[in-house]
């Protein structure tokens, strides 16, 4: 009956996956529990439907835009202080502890960052939004995952490397992407649709589409 029940949530919210059988219902009514509770913490602070854990700080949440069916995990922190505004699409998760920051500096104000449909990062992950960062749809990340979409300047020796300033090109992730746990993604780096990035990688430059793509620093291993 539960797994029934399951199924018919799962669909309505645009999930096309089958439980999986084993499933006990003692685990279902867990999870029917937490995510009821996260729901009412969501309508609570937003007035509108977002599932939201425990301890979730954003700052600035009136520029922060999101979509249907949205889930920030326990103890997530968002800075929304940015020029254009912190927007999720549909069904977008955020892993537990994820900070998700993009004024980093009183020297600059942040762009922000933009994450597509579907799309979602596992716990302990971060996002360096001051240079801007932009996800497409569909993308599925790993934990640990990390962005930082600014560079400090260090060409000039008579300065400390503090005082020389930043540069910021921003990143950009396609649609239809793995990328596995510890990827580190650096400012300027761009990743084309239907591509793999393996666990550990340090991504900097442009990649094509379908492509698998992996190291230190990640170079193409692969086509797919």
């Not at 400390?160 to 746990?181: M, P």
């Not at 580190?184 to 666990?199: K, P, Q, R, S, Y």
Request: charged letters at 20%; a positive charge; one cysteine or more.
């Amino acid at each position: 009956m539960l797994k029934g029940l399951l199924k018919k949530i799962l669909e309505k919210n645009g999930k096309n996956y089958t439980p999986d059988p084993n499933l006990s219902d003692k685990f279902i009514l867990q999870v029917f529990k937490s995510r009821f509770i996260m729901l009412v913490r969501g309508l609570y602070f937003f007035q509108r439907k977002i599932f939201i854990g425990k301890a979730v700080k954003i700052k600035n949440k009136r520029n922060f835009k999101f979509g249907a069916n949205c889930t920030l995990e326990k103890y997530v922190s968002i800075d929304c202080y940015a020029k254009n505004s912190v927007v999720f699409g549909d069904t977008v998760k955020i892993g537990a502890y994820s900070t998700i920051g993009v004024t980093s500096h009183m020297s600059k104000y942040g762009l922000g960052l933009k994450i597509g449909n579907n799309s979602g990062v596992g716990e302990y992950s971060f996002f360096g939004c001051s240079g801007g960062v932009v996800i497409g749809n569909d993308v599925i990340m790993g934990p640990y995952v990390s962005f930082h979409s600014e560079n400090h300047n260090f060409s000039d020796n008579s300065k400390l490397i503090r005082e020389q300033g930043v540069t910021s090109e921003g990143i950009v992730l396609g649609n239809n992407i793995w990328v596995g746990a510890k990827s580190t993604f650096l400012d300027g780096c761009e990743i084309g649709d239907n591509c793999v990035v393996a666990a550990g990688s340090v991504v900097r430059g442009s990649f094509p589409k379908n492509v698998v793509i992996g190291g230190v620093p990640a170079k193409v291993l692969k086509s797919i």
